[in-house]
C-alpha cells in the first residue's frame, strides 16, 4: 500500500504564496494535485509524469501555480503564487502505480493522502 501524505497548507493572505509539499512511499510515481472547496467537487489542479519531465495545470491556476518533484526525496511540490480567495480548498494528492503521466481525471489516480487546507483571506 502506498502512502501519500501533503504538508504545508496553511492561511495566507491574497496575492501571497505557499508550497505544498506531498511525501509518497515506495517509488516515483506519476502524481496529481487536486482540489476540494466546501460544497464543490474535487477538482484537478496540477499533474506531473514519474521523471518530472512532463507537467499539466488547471486554467485556473496556469502561470500561478507550479509543479515540481524531487524524486531522490520521493517527494512532490506545488508551489502556489498570486493566490486568491478562490484557491481556498482543501489539497490533496494522489499517486498513480501504473501510468507514466496520469492527467486531471480522478479517476485515475489509486492513492490518495488525506488533504491539507489552504484558505486565502481578501
Known amino acids: 500500500q502506498v502512502q501519500v501524505v501533503e504538508s504545508g497548507g496553511g492561511l495566507v493572505r491574497a496575492g501571497g504564496s505557499l508550497r505544498l509539499s506531498c511525501a509518497a512511499s515506495?517509488?516515483?510515481?506519476?502524481m496529481g494535485w487536486f482540489r476540494q472547496a466546501p460544497g464543490k467537487e474535487r477538482e484537478f489542479v496540477a499533474a506531473i509524469s514519474r521523471s518530472g519531465y512532463s507537467t499539466g495545470y488547471a486554467d485556473s491556476v496556469k502561470g500561478r501555480f507550479t509543479i515540481s518533484r524531487d524524486n531522490a526525496k520521493n517527494t512532490v511540490y506545488l508551489h502556489m503564487n498570486s493566490l486568491k480567495p478562490e484557491d481556498t480548498a482543501v489539497y490533496y494528492c494522489a499517486a498513480d502505480e501504473a501510468r507514466i503521466y496520469s492527467g486531471s481525471s480522478v479517476n485515475e489516480y489509486d492513492f490518495w493522502g488525506q488533504g491539507t487546507q489552504v484558505t486565502v483571506s481578501s
Open positions: 515506495g517509488r516515483a510515481y506519476a
